[in-house]
T-cell receptor, first 115, second 112 residues
């Protein structure tokens, strides 16, 4: 059973460009979470999605950031018009739809560098 | 706002010693706590979890203790090995399926 997959692992964008980060959850998991980690800091929640639904986006900046988890295919985190402050590691986690704990399992992350 | 924090940012131990990493939380509504290990360049790896109706849980070489009275969580690693060197994060969750709130992390270094 493959774990959570994220691609690309590293992404370099110039200021003003768009960044697209992809996340494929573990098999059987229908819940996806996105977190951002700045250097030397803990992870900060951004958004929680189920298939075709955004459940909680309270951690997502109001502008330039969007996320989706379509019926088919991976979850996408999109950052438009990137700025240097967007440089960070972005982690995706997935959890199963049922179970007492619904533990979140993390992918390897995408490291975004904005030049 | 509510937060989860760690007492010590760094911890250095000798191989074979036991390690204790501490965490304080302030959200009394949290009912689930997790410890993650993060190695350089990798995503957080689940280590052990505990629910608020328990005060201790043991895994392989690891034990998590929860003291709800003082809102304190600790991770004990027995016979620490060089492979245990990593940043350790505690995280808490208020309800099943919701977001995790992470602490800032403790860098554990194991000296051979």
């Amino acid at each position: 059973n493959a774990g959570v997959m994220q691609n690309p692992r590293h992404l370099v964008r110039r200021r003003g460009q768009e960044a697209r980060l992809r996340c494929s959850p573990m098999k059987g998991h229908s819940h996806v979470y996105w977190y951002r980690q700045l250097p030397e800091e803990g992870l900060k929640f951004m958004v929680y999605l189920q298939k075709e639904n955004i459940i909680d986006e309270s951690g997502m900046p109001k502008e330039r950031f969007s996320a989706e988890f379509p019926k088919e295919g991976p979850s996408i985190l999109r950052i438009q018009q990137v700025v240097r402050g967007d440089s960070a590691a972005y982690f995706c986690a997935s959890s199963p739809p049922r179970g007492p704990g619904r533990e979140q399992y993390f992918g390897p992350g995408t490291r975004l560098t904005v030049t | 706002g509510e937060s989860v924090g760690l007492h010590l940012p760094t911890l250095s131990v000798q191989e074979g010693d036991n390690s204790i990493i501490n965490c304080a939380y302030s959200n009394s509504a949290s009912d689930y706590f997790i410890w993650y290990k993060q190695e350089s360049g990798k995503g957080p790896q689940f280590i052990i979890d505990i629910r608020s109706n328990m005060d201790k849980r043991q895994g392989q070489r690891v034990t998590v203790l929860l003291n709800k009275t003082v809102k304190h969580l600790s991770l004990q690693i027995a016979a620490t090995q060089p492979g245990d060197s990593a940043v350790y994060f505690c995280a808490e969750r208020e309800t099943s399926g919701s977001r995790l709130t992470f602490g800032e992390g403790t860098q554990l270094t194991v000296n051979p």
